[in-house]
């Protein structure tokens, strides 16, 4: 009598595919919540752009952008955003100890946290379509500079939620060491909202936060995808910044390997 055949272990592909959609279903759950996020992000937007409409048309422009070019820029913030700010963390698994039953499993830790890492911020890209159809009815956004720079701004998008991934999931580490995620969490949103130029253009800056703000990660969420759209550096220069994120990714990523196999010593779940 022949036994019967082991099931086929599911493919690295097929985990990464199931984490990611069930973030995907966790995050469209709270339907008024998700609503009201699609709604609001667009008001955000509308609300930027007002702004400096309104001063852009008394100074004609401020560090090198007029009216066309700010508007564009802040489009393209907006989009980006929705890259940097969407994606699921996993604080509160470590802090509930949670963690636990994900050390006996075999699926690698932080891939499974960048699967559901993505399929969170698949729930929020409605968000950014909608931001975008009212900046393009209301404010016509400026065309990118050339083709070149289209596609290499799109490159340089792509780039963006692996580095804002493993800013989220090294900040989430901390927790392992705290007993509270919302102080590095709101602090993390800030320092990536001013460093990345979100807020204000980096121009602006004064030149110390600006040389500052270019040797961290999160200039490239909104600064260089935007400096190559609008032309302000020649393709050269944009193959430099992608080549620049390209970097970021794994070195953090890297980074993020490291951490874990220090956090997973401390064994000091908080709550579990």
């Given amino acids: 009598m022949t036994s019967a055949p082991l099931p086929a272990r599911p493919s690295a592909f097929s985990v990464d595919l199931a984490l990611a959609t069930v973030a995907l279903k966790r995050r469209l759950a709270y339907r008024m919540n998700w609503i009201f996020g699609v709604v609001l992000g667009g008001g955000e937007l509308l609300v930027s752009l007002t702004l400096w409409g309104t001063i852009l048309a008394e100074q004609g422009s401020v560090a090198g952008y007029d009216w066309d070019a700010m508007r564009t820029y802040y489009v393209i913030a907006f989009v980006t955003a929705t890259f940097v700010f969407s994606g699921s963390d996993t604080a509160q698994r470590i802090l509930d100890g949670s963690v636990a039953i994900d ?147 794994v070195a953090l990523w890297l980074l993020g390997r490291w951490l874990w196999s220090r956090a997973v010593r401390a064994v000091t779940i908080h709550g579990g």
């Fill in 103 to 249: 050390l006996l499993k075999p699926v690698d830790f932080q891939r499974a946290r960048a699967a559901e890492f993505y399929g969170g911020l698949a729930g929020s890209l409605p968000t950014m379509v909608v931001g975008l159809v009212i900046a393009l009815v209301f404010f016509t956004p400026l065309p990118p500079a050339s083709f070149a720079a289209g596609l290499l701004t799109l490159a340089s998008v792509a780039l963006i939620a692996p580095i804002a991934f493993s800013v989220v999931y090294l900040s989430t580490m901390l927790c392992f060491w705290t007993r509270s995620y919302h102080g590095i969490m709101w602090a993390r949103q800030t320092v990536v909202a001013f460093f990345s130029g979100a807020m204000v253009p980096l121009a602006i800056m004064p030149a110390p936060l600006q040389a500052l703000a270019w040797c961290l990660p999160f200039v490239h969420f909104t600064t260089t995808p935007s400096q190559i759209y609008l032309g302000r550096v020649d393709t050269l220069g944009a193959l430099g910044l992608i080549a620049a994120q390209a970097a970021w990714v």
